[in-house]
């Protein structure tokens, strides 16, 4: 009996890490152009990036929760506030009462604004009435976020910017034009924070719905980052962001984009992808009704065609430590896997 339990003990101990992925896993879950996106790291701890947005019948909170149960998520160790408008903190409370949520990272302190009103203001004051008795971790450009497997930098946080290059950044950025945009502050869109993972040789950018001028600030005259192997393209495909001062700057292969059919991808964003070097596919949430039938990507990166009757397919990411990493539309089960 004794050497029965010692097997059991053994097998757990030794067997299930062998057989466990050791992939870092993404399900880019469709919020209709919000942002939702659900992380396994390959010692299994868990991520939720924002969560969509509240209302609609729990739409959004029923897409996060059929992602997670593929993902095998019941709790989340840590949820990345990216920043406070509503299609990203609205619904993590609502998240957090079915799949708990551990540690909630984020940019820390509203900035004084007037302009932020209407949904996004109640969405933010919502948030921080809800952090009250929670453990949270305020986070500033050149901190990491805890994740086992994962380098995740803070690039950019409450519209600041890292003031050290990472390795493989500092270098002039020929895509700067000579003059930056005007700084701005409508939403909290600019307060995003921005991160950049390094799993193995694999490596990914996220930086929220960051807007231009806060790229520019990021990005010019000199590339602190370098490049990267993915980009989760800024904003819902917007134009306010998505500079080719970033994307361009970045060289990404794969840009994976979380607009919804009439928010984002506009025309401009879309030919700053196409003409990125070095990008060999953009793979969308939804088909959009602003690039037309022109500038979408083609219907097989697809993951959702309308948003009437919209079944909320995910596209999921599976990527391994050489640096290769494997897309999949959840709507066709199309896959195709990018080599380093
Ligand atoms: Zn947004």
Sequence with gaps: MKHLFLCFVLAFVFILPLTAADTLDF????????????????????????????????????????????????????????????????????????????????????????????????????????????????????????????????????????????????????????????????????????????????????????VKWAEYKLMCPKNPIGTVDLFMVSHHGLDRSNSPALVHALRPKVAISNNGERKGISPEVARTLRSSPGLEDVWQLHYSTTAGPDLNTSEQYIANMKAQGCQGHWIKISARRDGSFTVTNTRNNVSKTYKK
């Design 27 to 210: 399900w880019v879950v469709d919020v209709e152009g919000g942002k939702a996106i659900i992380v396994r790291n390959p010692s299994g701890q868990t991520m939720l990036i924002d969560g969509g947005m509240p209302g609609f019948n729990d739409r959004d909170l029923n897409r996060v929760l059929a992602a997670a149960q593929d993902a095998g998520v019941k709790r989340f160790d840590v949820a990345l506030i990216t920043h406070y408008d509503v299609d990203h903190v609205g619904n993590v409370p609502n998240i957090d009462s079915k799949l708990p949520i551990t540690l909630l990272v984020d940019h820390g302190p509203l900035l004084p604004n007037p302009k932020l009103a209407g949904i996004n203001r109640r969405a933010a004051d919502a948030y921080v009435a809800f952090l009250r008795g929670r453990k949270r971790l305020s986070v500033k450009p050149g901190d990491t976020i805890p994740f086992r497997d994962v380098r995740i930098t803070v690039v950019t946080s409450n519209e600041q910017v890292i003031s050290k290059p990472l390795s493989g950044g500092g270098i002039a950025n020929d895509a700067c034009p000579a003059e930056g945009p005007a700084q701005t502050r409508d939403d909290d869109n600019a307060a995003s924070i921005g991160t950049v993972w390094q799993f193995g040789r694999f490596r990914m950018a996220d930086f929220g719905d960051l």
